[in-house]
């Protein structure tokens, strides 16, 4: 049985950071690209930015929104990947989900999230 | 790069079909076939129900089926039951590496 279990997600001032983390298992992990999807507050989905697997050279690309302040990563050898967020916005306040992604985003956990308020 | 386009409501009563649509460009919903559909029930994480277009998860109904024509994807439930109430999003692959959502479609059974 595939289980995301998403962590990290708090409070947070305006320009100050958060690591999320998600424990990934029931799937072949290191073969499976990650991507990270939020949803504002009664609004809808919103791709975040997808990592490869080391295979595929671990690139990673980001939507436009969070480019140059997100950052992902990922450790094959814990089943773990993770989303640095750097110089919050309010705009950035969501639940934030991992999904294994082939295409499409076949699983999902119940999210974390992050709120981004002075 | 703009959402997708989707009606923000449909309805139905149950035992009939309706069909969400969602539009996007050639750089997007046209022109890949990674378009794919989300059901999240409220206050439930979103769950997959169809891939690339038209495939359907283990799982998943057969009452639920995909289609594209253009630069156009639809979502078609069928035999509508209560336990379809839901919003519903869809999602493409797009140029440059850039994966849309549409804005979502709240899927009300009369």
């Known amino acids: 049985e595939v289980q995301l279990v998403e962590s990290g997600g708090g409070l947070v001032k305006p320009g100050g950071s958060l690591r999320l983390s998600c424990a990934a298992s029931?799937?072949?992990?290191?073969?499976?690209?990650m991507s990270w999807v939020r949803q504002a507050p009664g609004k809808g989905l919103e791709w975040v930015g997808r990592i490869k697997s080391k295979t595929d050279g671990e690139i990673t690309d980001y939507a436009a929104p969070v480019k140059g302040r997100f950052t992902l990563s990922r450790d094959d050898s814990e089943n773990m990947v993770y989303l640095q967020m750097n110089s919050l916005r309010t705009e950035d306040t969501a639940v934030y989900y991992c999904t294994p992604h082939t295409g499409s985003f076949d699983f999902w956990g119940q999210g974390t999230l992050v709120t981004v308020s002075s | 790069q703009s959402a997708l386009t989707q009606p923000p409501s449909a309805s139905g009563s149950p035992g009939q079909s309706v069909t969400i649509s969602c539009t996007g460009t050639?750089?997007?919903?046209?022109?890949?076939?990674?378009v794919s559909w989300y059901q999240q029930l409220p206050g439930k994480a979103p769950k997959l129900i169809i891939y690339?277009?038209?495939k359907r998860p283990s799982g998943v109904p057969d009452r639920f089926s995909g289609s594209k024509s253009g630069n156009t994807a639809s979502l078609t439930v069928s035999g509508l039951q209560a336990e379809d109430e839901a919003d519903y999003y869809c999602?493409?692959?797009?140029?440059?590496?850039?994966?849309?959502f549409g804005g979502g479609t709240r899927l009300t059974v009369l």
């Open positions: 690339e277009v038209f």
């Open positions: 999602s493409s692959f797009a140029v440059r590496n850039n994966w849309l």
């Open positions: 050639s750089s997007d919903v046209g022109g890949y076939k990674y």
């Open positions: 029931g799937f072949s992990f290191r073969t499976t690209w």
